[in-house]
């Protein structure tokens, strides 16, 4: 009991921390960081959701190439830290950080409203920490999710083509080509 | 000892709660930051949030398609990332930076 | 198929035309259209002039589920309509030879494509269908105004556009409103077909507005009543008058006006039948303040062409007078007067055009003296004239008459007002005639007098069948009466219970049909 | 972790031990690449201090640890701190989850037999099973993969923060190399995954540790004398593999990102004392995971069959030797620990090897090879691995 | 010969000769037009001879030949037949307007050979001999008001016959467009008749009268009959809108003579002549035409007296004269009433030809004060000019005579007459006998103040011709129409020819106690009138050439007001025209430009502004985006969970 919650009061707290300096550190690529950080540190409690894989894939793709990607992006950009990290506005400042709050307040009242209408046990059962997971979960996405699949690997590759000739624009490193 | 019970049995609730926290301070970083790739990263964020409820959900009832959704999901998000950030490029190579506001620009 | 041919067989042309080099699209959608006028003298012949009921009727499926059907059919009220449309098409395109010299092949399929839409709302039975049509006709027009139109052409084209398109809008409101109605009434299957419309009967309280047959009236009676136009929504007509190019003023003015006020006899009277009754006046008034109101403004209007233009906005005033005091008089007089309409204000816009493409100005200060360069076309102008002042003799006579007379029967006050127009009528065109063509030599006359302003050949081949026509409708009326009375005394008969039955006049005695012999002699 | 204070404390030396094990290997490998290349360029090499010069390695240890700290003036401090320490992650992480030997199955004791004495502990423990690795994980390879891509942040961070515009161009150099070499190495690694049906490190090593055995159409083969090596199976997948290893580990030919003739010494320009060994530390350490990689996936792990399986090895302790109960674990899983030692030094020679006798890319010639030579070949071979596969399993079924 | 074909000719000779002119409109051989012209007008007059002869040799009572050549138009009940009526009131109509109209054609041909295009005057002048033709002809209300505007559309066409000239050519738009108004009036009174007797025949309506009379209120009648008044004071210059005719005097001369004087303007006596059955079922309309007629002839009168140009004061003359035609109608004199129009024809046909000839004599000159003793240079003009003078001023026992004081005495004895009216009629005729003999002074008598360069000189013989023929007809037209008490005294007897012709056709109000030595009395006073003031003016303008302008200083501003024709134009022209043209203008600027456009801009503006406030939420800010959809969720979820 002890054993599962210590890990995951440490876990939500950088989690939350770093999310924290994610959105308020002045310095992107700090921000950058502390996101990865915060990914890293959700990969691992997917770990402990016994859903390993996905924690991989996890670190992967989101610690391992999208926030690298950002980081690259970022350092080409070289960015100093930012004057003005927020956006102006008195009003509509707060209104967005009041909708967010109350956002926030609804979601767990909500949750905590919720408890006895989920149909769930109130343990983890786990799903599986064995490698059949894996291929449970290839078999429902080739099987079940196969169009889905498909579908997603064309967005991927319009994404691809997209994304170069978006950046490709007039006078770009690509432009005497 | 209800109150210490509650805290140390760690079940669904106290994981959707940090989704629904970290969701909202993805969206917190979505709506005040300037810099496009913080804003980027505040969906990211957002993102993940909904991904652990997703994994919560799938693991506390035994059921893998919230695994498959969250499969979906990072997918797209780094799909996302990734006009996303060319975006960012592009605006960047024009304006020397990329304040979200430069994003007006675009409309036609 | 007689009517669908004449409906869609202006599209082949169109598409002919557009497979061939542009510079044979003069000549042969000339020939073609042409060829469509005599084909539509064919169904003129075979018309059975004894009956109100619809004729060579079609009808097939097209969305069965909310009963929209493709079914045309004709009757005395549309029959000249369509004449009138094939026989001014060929004049346009053989009036337009030099005029247009710009994408000269998307004019005239822009042309043929007007032909068929318009030809399309006179014959449709089907309310969508004839939605679509009404609809479709502003399309080719819109190109019209807008590509070979004059300087301030987008205004206009966008103003006559989004003017009619506003009207019409509450007419596709009021007709899904008659749709569900018709579901209603046929017990679960919807249908669009006008003569299921007129079975409707729509609850109507006297003295109310919001009522539902008050409503429907009005929304179609706007979309009507802009396109006709009637008084406070005709600004449009000056505009896109004075913007047009020839044929495309020809045509607006000539057939597309008629629209609104074929609508009102189509759809307007005989389906809100009450409503009329109770509503007539308004009509009416709008009507004879249309027609004095056109006729004033008309007399300081400095561009002939705007000046014919809002005497196109009195002379639609006759005719939706006419239709209101719903008498037999005023009906036929309404029906007469959009044929006359069609072909005075028609040959007046072509005349105007003529002159301009010679000298480019359309200022009435820039002229005068003009009878001495042109004298043959100073006669025929005046002909024109005469008829579109409605001298006895010539066409606009019997019309106007025919209106006053049953607008006087209906209301001896709107009647009298009315009356008034024709006094200003003749002011404000006869003053025209006379700073354009007598007095001394205008700047512009003497500038163009040496490159002669008078007409050519094609110009006189243009023009002769219309003076033709002018003085045939006025000395002998009845060979176009007679073939939509039958039908107009059906509509005057039997407003409150206005059906239409079907019959196909093939199975009928041949000598009960319009036949050409009859037509020349009688 | 564990159930109980014996599992946890052995668990936890046994990841200290092998974070340790892998920091100390860098001098090692150090001594022997800068004897090797000598070797190869006909030269002598380290050879004053100590015998062979081994204990040069020390002195340059305490050179380093004694070296001024030093940090670019416009530097972001804090960056260009971590990004050493950041370096070292990837590979303690991912070489703590490669199974090093088979488990130890360790019976209930109440004692240890220390040969001359017995500790008896009073109570009795038992039974244990203890992962020859830092941890296990089951579906090893992913974790491997998503720990390896962390590497990037150190270069990047390193690149960055030390303000210096050969470093960035290094460190981007370094990131776009491993993002994009990434690709092919996942890529080749799916043909694996096919064949073995399986996430995990220790049953990939497990059917590698039979004989050569395959159905086709429907019939079982199997070739007694050859193992079920990887290799046997998967020969491109493992050259891809293997290439984009290097890649991976920024090595030659690889070494773009340090290409000193060009950017000084990239991302390292600005570094030097400890931070700059820790990431030779992290180096090393990535070489360490690429050959231990290779060793597992296609060369049969700390198996070595005919000879050294789990089955052989159990066998030679209990029976030749006549040893009973937890010592023949313990000593059939330290034996299989020395076949993939031997097996893991080969690789690294080759890592060494190549350094010193392949020269570098340009840097288009690089990206072409890892996206259009590569990447290709490694989606053929996974298509062709997969059709095959279906085949022969279609038969079966 | 069949009277279908004839009265069908009646139309179609001058139709042809229209189209063989109107053809080669640019042909300057005057010859051939004028004698194809004149042929087709001459041709009407024998059909019109062998017409009336057929009348004649029918029974009294039946005298009627109709003749129906097709339908022309039905609507509903509503159905007229293009059907020509020949009967004894538009037998004589005929008569004049073939026989003075083939007269004038034939003066034309003189009088237009120098015009630029002869061809088109004919062409014109042969339309309208067919239009008048289908007007008198006419056996419907219709069919009359075709030619009843075909005659306005041909004065129009002839007066702007040199249209070169500005002012001519508004002088036509003007006669147009005031014709246009009497027209419209025309128009109103067919409806009335219309919805009360359902039908525009003549004969329909006469035979459904008496029951249509004796069941309904008169007011529709009374009030149809205002209305066919009204057109015909268009027609036939009446007050208030006789001004066309003064300023349509700037067409041809021939034409005034014809159109103007002999044909068109007695075009509403005809009609109402026609209508006399139901004009008697409206006293009190009778009363207003007499009143106008009598205020007309008086007022025309007077201007008369004061004008200079020759062609005016004889138009003034004929708005008198139709004003003595009125005057008759409206006292129910209506066989007077034709004889005077007969007669009038004669004798102003006489004097505007004769004016032409003066004028083409002249060189186009027009003012009196440029002419004088022109006897001596044109004998033959001035001698016929001297018949229309005594005929006009009604000396006996020339043809005015006789239709004058028969009108004088049924204004003054017809049981719808007054004495004031009669006081009216004399002293119209008073002035009528003035501006007669002063215009006679000035042009032909005392010494010439032609202009040097001017060579007068007598017209050729084929304008001659007219002017004797005319002269004859003036001196004998009015021994037709003897009246009763002269004719009892005066040798042999000589009926009453055209009464007796017309009163089987024509129901005239007789004066209830008429006595002879009254009538006797009446006439001496009105010829002793007359006959003072021609002495006036013979005084004024040629023994004492100083009284005119004494006398015009005494009256000072009536005799402005008077010359400068009582103001009535410039009063229509600044208190309806102007201001309506004003109005117009106003109407356009500010109802089409400033109002309607304005309300369309309005609308557009208001879709334009609500898209600019939506624009503003949607102005590229995408965490404002994100602000709206993050309040959207919350909104949403709370409005859920409020829910359950």
């Known amino acids: 009991m002890l054993g599962a919650a210590i890990p995951f009061y440490i876990l939500s707290f950088l989690v939350l921390f770093f999310a924290y300096k994610t959105i308020t550190s002045p310095n992107p690529i700090h921000c950058a960081l502390h996101l990865a950080i915060t990914m890293i540190n959700l990969a691992f409690i997917f770990f402990g959701l016994n859903s390993p894989f996905i924690g991989g894939v996890q670190l992967v793709v989101y610690a391992g190439a999208v926030m690298v990607l950002f980081v690259m992006v970022l350092m080409l950009f070289d960015l100093k830290t930012e004057v003005r990290a927020f956006s102006r506005g008195l009003f509509s400042s707060f209104l967005k950080v009041a909708s967010s709050g109350f956002l926030a307040g609804i979601l767990i009242v909500g949750v905590l409203m919720s408890t006895d209408m989920l149909d769930v046990t109130s343990d983890s059962v786990g799903v599986g920490v064995k490698a059949t997971s894996s291929t449970d979960i290839a078999l429902l996405l080739f099987n079940q999710y196969v169009f889905a699949f498909e579908v997603l690997g064309l967005l991927l590759l319009l994404v691809a083509v997209g994304a170069v000739a978006v950046s490709r624009i007039p006078g770009g490193t690509h432009a005497n080509d | 000892m209800p109150m210490t019970e509650a805290f140390l049995n760690v079940g669904l609730n106290h994981y959707l709660i940090l989704s629904a926290l970290l969701f909202t301070m993805g969206m917190i970083g979505v709506l005040m930051r300037k810099n496009v790739i913080v804003i980027l990263m505040g969906i990211e964020l957002m993102l993940n949030a909904v991904n652990l409820s997703f994994i919560s959900f799938s693991s506390y009832s035994g059921n893998l398609n919230g695994q498959i959704m969250v499969f979906f999901v990072m997918t797209i998000a780094a799909a996302e990332a990734a006009v996303g950030l060319a975006l960012a490029v592009a605006i960047y190579k024009r304006y020397k930076e990329i304040n979200i506001r430069f994003f007006e620009q675009l409309r036609g | ?522 | 972790m564990g159930v109980d204070l014996f599992e946890i404390t052995v668990n936890l030396v046994k990841m200290i031990f092998i974070f340790v094990m892998m920091v100390n290997a860098v001098p090692l490998l150090v001594w022997v690449e800068r004897r090797g290349s000598a070797f190869i360029q006909n030269r002598y090499g380290p050879n004053r201090v100590g015998p062979l010069g081994l204990v040069q390695l020390l002195a340059d240890a305490v050179k380093f640890i004694f070296k001024e700290e030093f940090v670019p003036g416009k530097g972001h401090r804090l960056v260009f701190y971590l990004a050493p320490v950041v370096a070292l992650i990837p590979g303690a992480l991912a070489f703590a989850a490669i199974p090093l030997s088979m488990p130890i199955e360790l019976g209930e004791f109440s004692q240890i037999p220390l040969g001359l004495f017995t500790i008896d502990l009073g109570e009795t423990y038992g039974p244990y099973r203890f992962a020859f690795q830092g941890y296990e994980i089951g579906i090893g390879i992913v974790f491997v993969l998503g720990v390896s891509s962390l590497a990037a942040y150190a270069l990047l961070m390193a690149g960055w923060g030390s303000a210096n515009k050969y470093s960035l161009y290094g460190a981007l150099r370094a990131s776009a190399q491993t993002i994009s070499y990434e690709l092919a190495l996942g890529l080749s690694l799916v043909g694996i995954l096919l064949l073995f049906n399986t996430f995990n490190f220790k049953e990939i090593v497990e059917i590698q540790s039979q004989a050569l055995t395959f159905s086709f159409l429907g019939s079982q083969m199997t070739v007694p004398y050859l193992p079920n090596w990887g290799i046997i199976y998967q020969p491109v997948g493992a050259i891809i593999f293997f290439a984009a290893m290097f890649a991976e580990t920024n090595r030659l030919p690889f070494d773009l990102p340090e290409a000193e003739a060009e950017l000084v010494a990239g991302y390292h320009t600005e570094y030097g004392g400890i931070k700059m060994n820790m990431f030779y530390i992290g180096e090393y350490g990535h070489m360490l995971v690429a050959s231990a990689l290779m060793v597992t996936f296609y060369f049969g792990g700390y198996t070595l069959y005919p000879f050294f399986t789990p089955e052989t090895v159990n066998q030679f302790w209990s029976e030749t030797m006549g040893l009973t109960g937890n010592p023949v674990a313990l000593l059939s899983s330290l034996s299989l620990h020395l076949v993939f030692m031997v097996k893991l030094v080969i690789f690294l020679w080759v890592f060494i090897h190549v350094r010193w006798t392949l020269p570098r890319f340009r840097y288009d010639q690089l990206m072409d090879l890892g996206w259009k030579t590569m990447l290709p070949w490694a989606l053929a071979n996974t298509i062709l691995t997969a059709v095959v596969i279906l085949i022969m399993r279609a038969a079966w079924s | 010969m069949n009277e279908q074909l004839l009265l069908g000719l009646l139309v179609v000779l001058p139709f042809l000769g229209f189209l063989f002119n109107g053809i080669r409109f640019t042909s300057k051989n005057y010859k051939l037009a004028g004698t194809v012209a004149s042929t087709a007008s001459g041709l009407c007059f024998l059909i019109s001879l062998t017409l009336v002869a057929k009348l004649i040799g029918m029974p009294e009572g039946e005298r009627v030949i109709t003749s129906h050549f097709f339908d022309w138009f039905l609507a509903g009940d509503f159905s007229v037949s293009a059907s020509f009526l020949l009967d004894p009131i538009n037998a004589v109509m005929i008569l004049v307007i073939t026989g003075v109209g083939t007269l004038i054609h034939i003066f034309s041909i003189g009088y237009i050979s120098h015009d630029e295009r002869p061809s088109k005057y004919f062409a014109y002048l042969n339309l309208f001999l067919m239009n008048m033709l289908i007007l008198v002809l006419g056996d419907n209300l219709l069919v009359m008001f075709v030619g009843w505007e075909g005659v306005g559309l041909c004065s129009y066409l002839l007066i702007g016959f040199w249209f070169s000239d500005p002012e001519k050519a508004a002088a036509g738009m003007k006669a147009f467009i005031t014709n246009r108004i009497g027209d419209a009036g025309f128009l109103l009174g067919i409806f009335m008749l219309f919805l009360s007797f359902g039908t525009v025949t003549f004969s329909e309506i006469a035979t459904r009268l008496p029951e249509t009379a004796e069941m309904m209120w008169t007011g529709p009648i009374t009030l149809a009959c205002l209305f066919l008044f009204i057109g015909a004071t268009g027609k036939s210059a009446q007050i208030p809108l006789y001004v066309w005719l003064p300023d349509a005097m700037a067409g041809p001369t021939p034409v005034s003579a014809l159109i103007h004087a002999a044909t068109m303007v007695t075009a509403g006596v005809y009609m109402i002549v026609r209508m006399s059955d139901v004009f008697v079922l409206a006293p009190l309309v009778m009363n207003v035409i007499a009143i106008i007629g009598a205020l007309t002839a008086l007022g025309a009168a007077t201007i008369g007296m004061t004008q200079w140009d020759i062609k005016k004061i004889l138009a003034y003359s004929t708005v008198s004269q139709l004003g003595y035609m009125f005057l008759a109608v409206g006292v129910g004199a209506f066989i007077p009433a034709m004889f005077h129009l007969m007669t009038h024809a004669f004798f102003k046909a006489l004097m505007f030809l004769g004016s032409g000839s003066v004028i083409h004599a002249m060189a186009d000159e027009q003012d009196v004060r440029k002419m004088g003793g022109l006897k001596k240079y044109m004998p033959i003009t001035h001698f016929t000019f001297l018949l229309g003078w005594l005929a006009i001023i009604g000396a006996p026992p020339l043809a005015g005579f006789f239709s004058k004081d028969e009108i004088l005495w049924y204004s003054f004895a017809s049981p719808a007459g007054h004495w004031s009216l009669w006081v009216a009629g004399v002293i119209a005729a008073g002035c009528t006998a003035f501006y007669m003999t002063r215009l006679m002074c000035l042009t032909f008598w005392g010494e010439s103040r032609v202009p040097k360069e001017v060579h007068p000189h007598e017209s050729p013989v084929s304008m001659t011709f007219p002017l004797i023929v005319l002269g004859v007809l003036s001196v004998v037209g009015g021994w037709i129409g003897i009246p009763h008490v002269l004719g009892a005294i005066i040798p042999g007897h000589p009926p009453n020819v055209l009464e007796h012709w017309l009163e089987p056709v024509v129901r005239m109000l007789k004066p209830e106690h008429a006595s002879a030595a009254v009538e006797f009395a009446l006439m001496g006073i009105s010829l002793s009138v007359a006959g003072i003031s021609a002495y006036f003016a013979y005084d004024f303008y040629l023994v004492h050439k100083d009284r005119p302008t004494m006398v015009t200083k005494k009256l000072g501003g009536l005799y402005s007001l008077v010359s400068d024709k009582y103001r009535i134009d410039e009063f229509y022209f600044g208190r309806i025209i102007n201001p309506l043209i004003d109005l117009s203008k106003g109407l356009w600027l500010y109802i089409d430009i400033n109002f309607i456009d304005k309300m369309t801009y309005l609308a557009s503006d208001m879709v334009k502004g609500s898209g600019q406030f939506l624009r503003s939420l949607q102005n590229g800010n995408l965490q404002q985006y994100a602000l709206y959809i993050s309040l959207g969720v919350v909104v949403t979820i709370t409005y859920i969970l409020m829910g359950s």
Not at chain 3, 15 to 40: E, K, T, W, Y
Not at chain 3, 245 to 254: C, N, Q, R
Not at chain 3, 277 to 304: C, H, N, R
Not at chain 3, 325 to 339: D, H, P, R, V
């Open chain 3, 1 to 522: 198929m007689l009517l669908s041919l004449l409906i869609f067989l202006p599209l082949v042309y169109a598409l002919i035309v557009m497979a061939l080099p542009a510079r044979f699209s003069r000549p042969v959608s000339l020939a073609l259209s042409g060829l469509h006028f005599v084909f539509s003298l064919v169904l003129l012949a075979r018309f059975d002039v004894t009956t109100a009921d619809l004729q060579f009727v079609e009808q097939m499926d097209w969305v069965k589920s909310f009963g929209i059907s493709y079914f045309v059919g004709i009757d005395g009220i549309s029959l000249w309509l369509v004449m009138l449309t094939t026989f001014l098409t060929p004049l346009t395109i053989l009036g337009s030879w030099t005029a247009i010299t710009d994408k000269v092949k998307g004019f005239h399929v822009a042309m043929l494509a007007l032909e068929a839409t318009m030809i399309g709302t006179f014959l449709a039975m089907d309310a969508v269908l004839f939605y679509v049509f009404f609809e479709a006709s502003l399309i080719p027009m819109y190109f019209m105004i807008g590509i070979w139109g004059g300087a301030r052409r987008i205004y206009a084209t966008v103003k006559f556009f989004i003017y009619t398109m506003f009207g019409s809008l509450f007419m596709l409101v009021a007709l899904i409103a008659l749709m569900f109605m018709t579901q209603e009434m046929l017990g679960g299957q919807m249908s669009a077909s006008i003569l299921d419309f007129y079975k409707l009967e729509i609850p109507f309280v006297a003295g109310q507005f919001l009522n539902s047959q008050t409503l429907l009236f009005f929304a179609f009676a706007l979309a009507f009543a802009i396109k006709v136009p009637m008084f406070p929504f005709h600004t449009w007509l000056p505009d896109a008058h004075v913007e047009a190019p020839t044929p495309g003023s020809v045509i607006l003015a000539g057939v597309m006006l008629k629209m609104g006020t074929y609508g009102f006899m189509r759809l307007g009277l005989p389906l809100f039948p009450e409503a009329v009754e109770y509503w007539s006046w308004l009509f009416m008034l709008l009507a004879v303040v249309g027609i004095i109101y056109g006729a004033l403004v008309a007399m300081v209007q400095p561009d002939i062409k705007k000046l014919v233009a809002y005497s196109s906005v009195s002379h639609m005033g006759y005719v939706v007078l006419g239709l209101f005091a719903f008498n037999a008089y005023g009906l036929t007089g309404g029906l007469y007067q959009m044929l006359n309409h069609g072909i005075s204000t028609g040959a007046l816009f072509l005349m105007v055009g003529m002159i301009y493409e010679r000298t480019h100005s359309r200022e009435i200060s820039q002229y005068g003296g003009l009878a001495k360069a042109a004298p043959w076309y100073t006669i025929l102008f005046v002909i024109v004239t005469m008829s579109s002042i409605a001298v006895p003799m010539t066409n606009g006579f019997i019309g106007e008459f025919l209106i006053l007379l049953g607008g006087f029967e209906a209301n001896p006050i709107f009647g009298a007002m009315a009356v008034l127009g024709v006094v200003l009528g003749a002011s404000y065109m006869l003053w025209m005639v006379k700073r354009v063509f007598f007095g001394g030599e205008g700047e512009i006359v003497t500038k163009y007098k040496s490159a002669g302003l008078d007409l050519n050949i094609r110009e006189a081949v243009v023009m002769a069948p219309l003076i033709v026509l002018i003085f045939w409708m006025g000395i002998f009326p009845n060979h176009f009466l007679r073939g939509s009375k039958a039908s107009l005394e059906h509509l005057e008969k039997n407003m409150r219970t206005y059906e239409l039955g079907i019959h196909n006049p093939s199975q009928k005695d041949q000598s009960e049909k319009y036949s050409m012999a009859e037509e020349r002699g009688e």
